[in-house]
């Protein structure tokens, strides 16, 4: 191994650590470089007069970003500012630079989204970009581990579909052997087969893929879905699995990420519960601020950023909607079809996850996918799979870079993907 510890776990005595080249301060007799790793920054401290020549030589010629190895002894220190500094024995360079580094990995000179993600490899070294994605691992640890917690099994559903799993138009076709095929815009009709097919709770961490044309800082063409089905169950029970896994999300990150919540200067509350308010409830919450909104509209991005307020609270679930305005798999109440059984979860002004108690009666189906004005022949296998004892059965679906972006206040969902796919980036 190139190292025998990371950064924030050399507290004293010698280590080997292993990083990039921060910053380089060289007063002469005395150099400062600062290294840093994934877990943060350390001063080594060199003193020349004190060094052998060869690490004198190696030390003149470091640049920013050069990739290093050093051995040494750490020990603690008021004045190096970060708390501790290492005295080294050897320095290794593991990684030379050959170009010049495209942007200040340091932030000191501020750089554009754009010209970031050109060059993504190198935006990762950014502290604060590591950060984002420690901060999106542990929400997607905790989403598993909550899941398993409360019985569900996991799946990996097909992201190659032979329809529309959806019903919308917003495709993007792939030439399957002797067939057109399609990216799945979700896991939705495949993750209902294997609740009513007898593996009753399910849960995935799939790629979804849309095809729509847009240009905004909240949309991309292709997101990751965290997904729970759970069979014999209503809206209720979805919502209470719901509830249950988003606070555990919560509590990990605040837990487990307090230095990269410190990096990025945003915090986590705690929440002893999320509210849940009707459709109609918001209409009238909205209208009490002067924003009027026609029954059976979605909210613009606008009017849903201005509910917390109306409201009184960042968090809280958006239950009972329109049922014109959701998909055709949402079950309509009985006593009143217009409305259905779908719910959002909106966080800091942002719809961060959705779903619905689903349709599981075969007729209902066939006269849903009618009134949306889709063919019932292309879902026959789907609809088909309701006709053998179905059950009741409800679940939902968190956008993990949405969910990213709230937690780490960021201001575009690029930023909370590894590599962003939208309208015009298709590489790196």
């Not at 542990?138 to 799993?165: D, H, M, W, Y």
């Amino acid at each position: 191994m190139l190292r025998t510890h990371y950064v924030g776990d050399a507290s004293g005595g010698e280590v080997t650590l292993a990083g990039w080249v921060h910053e380089i301060r060289d007063l002469g007799k005395l150099a400062f470089v600062i290294l840093r790793d994934r877990t943060g920054l350390i001063q080594i401290t060199v003193k020349k007069n004190e060094c052998p020549a060869e690490m004198v030589k190696t030390v003149e010629g470091l640049v920013k970003e050069t990739a290093i190895a050093v051995t040494g002894t750490v020990k603690k220190s008021e004045i190096a500012g970060l708390g501790k500094e290492l005295f080294p024995e050897k320095i290794v360079v593991i990684g030379k630079i050959h170009k010049k580094v495209p942007f200040e990995v340091t932030g000191k000179v501020p750089a554009d989204l754009d010209v970031r993600l050109d060059n993504r490899f190198i935006d990762l070294r950014r502290r604060e970009t590591n950060a984002v994605f420690r901060v999106r691992a542990e929400a997607q640890r905790a989403f598993r581990e909550k899941c398993l917690e409360l019985g569900c099994q996991e799946i990996n559903p097909p992201c190659i579909v032979e329809t529309s799993t959806e019903g919308g138009t917003d495709l993007f076709k792939v030439k399957y052997f002797e067939k057109d095929a399609f990216l799945a815009q979700s896991p939705q009709l495949y993750k209902q087969l294997a609740v009513v097919g007898g593996l009753d709770k399910v849960f995935m961490t799939v790629p979804v893929f849309r095809a729509e044309k847009h240009n905004t800082t909240q949309h991309l063409n292709e997101v990751t879905q965290m997904d729970v089905e759970i069979g014999f169950a209503d809206d209720e029970d979805a919502l209470n699995y719901l509830e249950d896994v988003f606070l555990h999300i919560l509590k990990s990150v605040k837990k487990n990420c307090g230095p990269e919540l410190g990096l990025l200067g945003v915090k986590v509350s705690e929440y002893e519960g999320i509210p849940r308010y009707t459709y109609d409830d918001v209409l009238e919450a909205l209208k009490k601020k002067g924003v009027k909104v026609a029954w059976g509209d979605d909210f613009s991005k606008e009017q849903e950023a201005r509910i917390p307020e109306a409201l009184g609270t960042d968090l809280f679930f958006v239950t009972r909607w329109p049922t014109k305005c959701r998909a055709f798999y949402s079950m309509p109440l009985q006593e009143n079809p217009e409305v259905c059984k779908a719910y959002d979860l909106v966080f800091k002004g942002m719809e961060v996850a959705s779903g619905a108690q689903r349709i599981h009666l075969p007729e209902l189906l066939i006269k849903q996918l009618k009134a949306k004005g889709l063919d019932p022949d292309n879902f026959e296998s789907y609809v088909d799979a309701f006709r053998y004892g179905a059950i009741p059965h409800a679940g939902w679906s968190i956008g993990a870079e949405r969910l990213t972006m709230q937690l780490c206040g960021l201001e575009n969902i690029r930023e909370a993907a590894l590599f962003p796919r939208d309208r015009h980036r298709l590489t790196p």
